[in-house]
């Protein structure tokens, strides 16, 4: 079981590129890979600066990223395709607007 990421007080992401992310959720497909995934996000000029946590088996491997205070994503791959495929993702933490 993964816990949501640690929130940190700097912004790792601009909050204006932070609050694309639930737009784009729709737009990911199952089978995606990672660099499509974070283009589709658009998180791909930020993903190194993210605090990444990660943990589980292989087929469900669940990756905790942070994009701002109190505003994280989680997001599970299947590490056992080559590359690995993307599965599901969701929003977590309260920063989120609902």
């Known amino acids: ?6 929130w940190l ?7 204006w590129v932070a609050n694309q992310v639930p737009k784009r959720l729709r737009l990911l497909q199952p089978g995606m890979t990672e660099a499509q ?3 589709t996000l658009g998180l791909r000029p930020y993903r190194r600066r993210i605090l990444r946590e990660g943990s589980g088996p292989a087929k ?16 599970v791959f299947d590490h056992t395709r080559t590359p690995p495929a993307f599965k599901q993702a969701r929003l977590v933490g309260e920063g989120w607007r609902r």
């Open 9 to 15: 007080p700097d912004l790792a992401v601009p909050f």
């Open 60 to 75: 469900d491997y669940r990756q905790g990223w942070h994009l701002g205070p109190k505003r994280g994503l989680l997001v």
């Open 1 to 6: 079981m993964v816990t949501a990421p640690v």
């Open 37 to 39: 995934v974070w283009a």
